[in-house]
């Protein structure tokens, strides 16, 4: 079955420090895949997206994830962490079906402390 | 660009009354538009794809008679949630796809509480 897995579902950080969200995949065959951040109030805003190529992508906001094929991971990282950083992440990709439905994860609530 | 809006942004109705939501792509024609329910704290649970002047195609599970989707043109989108009952309240939220494209562009939402 298709399937993402976010393992945390709530994470907290202290502002400066480093983070990474995890996402993992189920599917048959390289997805392509996305993370999406929801502040609160906020709409869905794209943070990067992986379709092929290099397996490091950058995104917004200083984020970056890795896809690694042999671990089913497109994890997502940040080098220092910003209070305005604290929100609702969402791991996601895209199936091969027709009109190409997200299958997302349940999300990773990430609280940051002063 | 890829910019969706979505009207209204906040409703609140009677039980037993119908809501219409609107969801227009501003400055890209979508072909494909997905209609998407948020409950508190939880993900993104598909109600429906919609292609222009077709019919929707909606997900196991929900009503179609309930949940009405119309998508009239390359730019708008309608979700008529009729006879709307206080479990109906959530979190509505539309995207929508240009052609050939593999990214989704998603609206602000629309906040429904039904009194």
């Known amino acids: 079955a298709q399937s993402v897995t976010q393992p945390d579902i709530h994470i907290t950080v202290s502002e400066g420090a480093s983070l990474e969200l995890r996402c993992n995949y189920s599917y048959g065959a390289t997805p392509y895949l996305f993370w999406y951040v929801q502040s609160p109030g906020q709409g869905l805003q794209l943070l990067l997206k992986?379709?092929?190529?290099d397996t490091l992508v950058q995104g917004i906001k200083g984020f970056e994830a890795e896809f690694k094929r042999s671990q089913s991971s497109f994890n997502l990282r940040k080098p220092s962490v910003h209070w305005s950083d604290a929100a609702e992440y969402f791991c996601?990709?895209?199936?091969?079906?027709?009109?190409?439905?997200?299958?997302w994860g349940l999300g990773t609530s990430l609280a940051v402390n002063p | 660009g890829a910019v969706v809006s979505q009207h209204p942004s906040r409703v609140i109705c009677k039980s037993g009354t119908s809501v219409k939501i609107e969801c227009r792509s501003l400055d890209f024609q979508a072909t494909t538009m997905f209609w998407y329910r948020q409950f508190p704290k939880k993900s993104l649970m598909l109600m429906a794809t919609?292609?222009?002047?077709?019919?929707?195609?909606?997900e196991q599970g929900v009503e179609k008679d309930k949940f009405l989707i119309n998508h009239a043109s390359l730019t708008l989108s309608t979700l008529t949630v009729t006879s709307a009952h206080p479990e109906d309240s959530s979190f509505y939220i539309c995207?929508?796809?240009?052609?050939?494209?593999?990214?989704?562009?998603f609206g602000p939402g629309t906040r429904l509480t039904v009194l």
């Open positions: 919609s292609n222009e002047g077709s019919k929707a195609t909606y």
């Open positions: 995207s929508a796809r240009p052609p050939s494209f593999d990214e989704q562009f």
């Open positions: 996601a990709f895209y199936n091969a079906g027709n009109n190409r439905k997200l299958i």
């Open positions: 992986y379709f092929s190529g």
